[in-house]
């Protein structure tokens, strides 16, 4: 089945410079690829996603890229600020094999003002 | 709109205790599914359904049991609850199968 890793575990970085957080997964059928952000003590919310039609999507500051070759994705954050601090978990999904999201293991990032 | 509600939103079982976990939706979605969140363990499925009457496992259901009767609700029941059961518990739904899952407030269980 599908297994997903996520690099780094923590991540700390100052006001102001960019985040990047990487996935790779091991089902090369896998099309569906979500980011989700989940602060403390709340749920996690989907903040961004991308399709294996596509290299890249953009959201203001934050960009997912996808590497179908490589089978990993990036998520970019720019100009980051305290409130973007959180735990970020990345997921994949094979819709053939009946849509299971599997989830990487996730990456707090502290954001220092 | 609701979203993706669930109760209680804290519970607390001695071992052996049984008990049911309430999830539901008003967004008409066919895609539900339960994921446990153990610290340094991300997100794992337990469950999922795809519809009504239509349901299956994920990584880790053993010990749960889930049953889809409606479009709306996707109660995921313990029969027996163990310590390695304490965990968050979180219900989530979806409008295209694994496509956009928005995820329910949690519940955080305690098995003593």
């Known amino acids: 089945g599908e297994n997903v890793e996520q690099h780094p575990s923590t991540l700390s970085v100052q006001e102001g410079d960019s985040a990047v957080i990487k996935c790779t997964y091991s089902?090369?059928?896998?099309?569906?690829f979500p980011w989700y952000k989940q602060e403390l003590g709340k749920r996690p919310q989907l903040i961004i996603d991308?399709?294996?039609?596509?290299g890249e999507k953009k959201d203001q500051r934050i960009a997912v890229t996808l590497n179908k070759t490589a089978k990993h994705f990036s998520l970019h954050i720019t100009e980051t600020q305290p409130e973007d601090s959180a735990v970020y978990f990345c997921?994949?999904?094979?819709?053939?094999?009946?849509?299971?999201?599997?989830f990487g293991q996730g990456t707090t990032l502290q954001v220092k003002p | 709109n609701a979203g993706v509600t669930q109760t209680p939103k804290f519970q607390v079982l001695k071992t052996g205790q049984s008990m049911t976990l309430q999830c539901a939706q008003d967004?008409?979605?066919?895609?539900m599914s339960w994921y446990r969140q153990d610290p340094g363990m991300g997100l794992r499925l337990i469950h999922y359904?795809?519809?009504?009457?239509?349901?299956d496992q994920g990584e880790v259901p053993n010990g749960y049991n889930v049953s889809r009767s409606t479009t709306e609700d996707f109660p995921l029941r313990l029969l027996s609850a163990a310590p390695s059961q304490t965990s968050v518990y979180f219900c989530?739904?979806?409008?295209?199968?694994?496509?956009?899952?928005?995820f329910g407030p949690g519940t955080r269980l305690t098995v003593t």
């Open positions: 989530a739904s979806g409008g295209g199968g694994a496509y956009e899952q928005y």
């Open positions: 089902d090369s059928a896998s099309n569906y």
């Open positions: 991308i399709r294996s039609n596509v």
């Open positions: 997921a994949a999904s094979n819709p053939s094999n009946t849509g299971k999201l599997i």
């Open positions: 967004m008409n979605h066919e895609y």
């Open positions: 359904s795809v519809g009504a009457g239509i349901t």
